[in-house]
C-alpha cells in the first residue's frame, strides 16, 4: 500500500515538474475549442485636420467579432480637452445604420483633444480613448505634451 | 508537452492560462497613438498625434470588480503595442481561477476563461495543482500533506534499513534479470512515458548513461550491483 502511494506521488512530483518547465509549441486556433467571447470592435473616425471653429463628425464604426452588426444596449461618446475634463458631460450619437455612430461638433479653441466611446452589447463592453489635435500644431505645443501622464492622473482623482 | 497535448486536442485548459499565447488588440495598428513622453521635444505631425491611448489602471480594476474576478487576482500589462492586459487568478480553490485578457485600447474583455470553461483534463489538472500546494481543503488538506510526506520519509529510511539488513556482503544485492523473460512493455511504457514527460525521460536517461558509462566497464561496480 505505501509503495503504491509513493508511486504515485513520485508520478504526481514529476507531472508536475514537467507542468512547470513545459512552454513549448502549441498549435494554432486552440482557443476555437474552449468558450470564446462575441467581442465588441470599434474604431473611432476622426478627420485628419481639424481646423477652429469648424464643424467635423466624429464617428464610431461598431461591430461584433461573429460579423453581425452589434445591438447596442448603450453608447456615449465624451469629449474633452487635454486636462479639463469635465465628468458626466457626455453626447448621444445619431445611429446612421450598420453600426455607425456620428456626432458633428465644432471646437473653438485649438490643443490637444480626446474623445471616448463607452458602449456596451448584453455581451462585451468597450471604452476607447482617441487623442486629436485642434487648429495648427507649432513646435512650442509639443513641449506641452505629457498629455498621457496628466490623463492617468486626471482620472485616479475621483 | 502533457499541458501542450491536452490543450491542443481541446480537452485541457484554455490557451494562453498555462500554454499558448493570449490574443491581440482589436484595433489597428496604425491607429494606435504614438507614445508622446518617447517624442515630446521633436515636432510631431497631428497625424501621428492622432490615435488610441490605452486604457488606465483603474479601469482594469473596474473591469475586474464589474467581472467579478476573485479578489487575489493579479494586472499583467501589456508587453507590446498589441498586447493586452490580463487578469490572472490562482486562489486558494481551483474553481475560483479565472484568466482574462482585456484590450488595451478598448477595454474588451477578448477572452475570459475561468475553472468551469476548463474541460476535463484542465479541470483535474487545476484541482491537483491546488490540493498538491494544500490550499483547496484548507487544514485538512495540509494534514493529508503532511501525513504523506511523513509517510514518504519513513518508506525511504525504513527502506534503507531493511535493505541494509539483509543485503548479502559482496553485492547490492538486487536480483538478476531472470532467465527468458524480458521487460519490453515496461521499457516502451518507460519511452512514452518519457516523451510525455521530459523531466522524467532525462532521469532515465541520466541512469541509463551512469549504467553503460560507469556500472557496466568498472569490475567493482559491476560486481557490487550484481550484473
Redesign the interface.
Known amino acids: 500500500m505505501?509503495?503504491v502511494?509513493?508511486k504515485f506521488?513520485i508520478g504526481?512530483t514529476?507531472?508536475?515538474?514537467?507542468?512547470i518547465?513545459?512552454?513549448?509549441?502549441?498549435?494554432e486556433g486552440?482557443?476555437e475549442?474552449?468558450?470564446?467571447?462575441n467581442?465588441?470592435?470599434?474604431?473611432?473616425i476622426?478627420p485628419?485636420?481639424i481646423e477652429t471653429g469648424e464643424g467635423f463628425d466624429i464617428q464610431a464604426l461598431m461591430s461584433q467579432?461573429d460579423g453581425e452588426v452589434p445591438e447596442l444596449e448603450n453608447i456615449k461618446f465624451y469629449i474633452w480637452k487635454d486636462g479639463e475634463r469635465e465628468e458626466n458631460q457626455s453626447f448621444q450619437p445619431e445611429h446612421v445604420g450598420n453600426g455607425m455612430y456620428t456626432i458633428n461638433s465644432m471646437i473653438h479653441k485649438e490643443g490637444?483633444y480626446?474623445v471616448k466611446v463607452e458602449a456596451n452589447t448584453n455581451q462585451?463592453?468597450?471604452?476607447?480613448?482617441?487623442?486629436?489635435?485642434v487648429g495648427a500644431?507649432l513646435?512650442e505645443d509639443?513641449?506641452a505634451?505629457?498629455?498621457?501622464?496628466d490623463?492617468?492622473q486626471h482620472?485616479?482623482h475621483h | 508537452?502533457?499541458?501542450?497535448i491536452a490543450?491542443?486536442?481541446?480537452t485541457g485548459y484554455?490557451?494562453?492560462i498555462?500554454?499558448?499565447?493570449a490574443?491581440t488588440t482589436?484595433?489597428?495598428t496604425k491607429?494606435i497613438?504614438d507614445?508622446?513622453?518617447a517624442a515630446?521635444?521633436?515636432?510631431?505631425?497631428?497625424?501621428t498625434?492622432?490615435?488610441?491611448?490605452p486604457?488606465?489602471?483603474?479601469?482594469i480594476v473596474q473591469?475586474a470588480q464589474q467581472n467579478n474576478v476573485h479578489p487575489t487576482y493579479e494586472v499583467i500589462y501589456p508587453r507590446s503595442k498589441e498586447g493586452v492586459f490580463t487578469l490572472s487568478a490562482f486562489p486558494p480553490k481551483a474553481k475560483d481561477e479565472a484568466t482574462i485578457h482585456i484590450?488595451q485600447?478598448?477595454?474588451?474583455?477578448?477572452?475570459?476563461?475561468r475553472y468551469e470553461?476548463y474541460?476535463f483534463v484542465g479541470k483535474v489538472?487545476a484541482w491537483?495543482?491546488t490540493i498538491?500546494k494544500g490550499l483547496e481543503y484548507g487544514l485538512v488538506n495540509q494534514i493529508a500533506l503532511l501525513m504523506?510526506s511523513l509517510?514518504?520519509i519513513a518508506?525511504v529510511i525504513s527502506g534503507v534499513v531493511l535493505w541494509w539488513k539483509r543485503k548479502p556482503k559482496a553485492h547490492i544485492g538486487a536480483p538478476k534479470l531472470p532467465e527468458g523473460k524480458t521487460a519490453k512493455g515496461f521499457f516502451a511504457l518507460m519511452v512514452v512515458m518519457g516523451i510525455?514527460?521530459?523531466?522524467?525521460g532525462l532521469s532515465i536517461v541520466f541512469a541509463l548513461i551512469i549504467e553503460w558509462l560507469i556500472i557496466k566497464r568498472v569490475d567493482k561496480f559491476k560486481k557490487f550491483f550484481n550484473h
Open positions: 505505501i509503495t502511494i509513493k506521488y504526481f514529476i507531472f508536475f515538474l514537467s507542468i518547465i513545459m512552454g513549448c509549441s502549441l498549435n486552440t482557443e475549442f474552449y468558450r470564446q467571447e467581442v465588441l470592435k470599434v474604431e473611432i476622426i485628419e485636420e467579432s490637444l480626446f462585451s463592453k468597450v471604452l476607447p480613448t482617441k487623442q486629436f489635435m500644431q513646435e509639443m513641449d505634451f505629457p498629455s498621457r501622464i490623463e492617468v482620472e485616479s | 508537452m502533457a499541458q501542450n490543450t491542443n486536442s481541446g484554455p490557451p494562453s498555462w500554454v499558448g499565447s490574443p482589436t484595433v489597428k491607429d497613438a507614445v508622446p513622453w515630446q521635444n521633436l515636432l510631431v505631425p497631428t497625424s498625434i492622432q490615435g488610441y491611448i486604457v488606465s489602471i483603474d479601469e473591469i484590450d485600447y478598448t477595454g474588451a474583455i477578448l477572452a475570459d476563461y470553461h474541460e489538472m491537483g495543482i498538491h504523506l509517510g514518504i518508506v510525455i514527460f521530459p523531466l522524467f
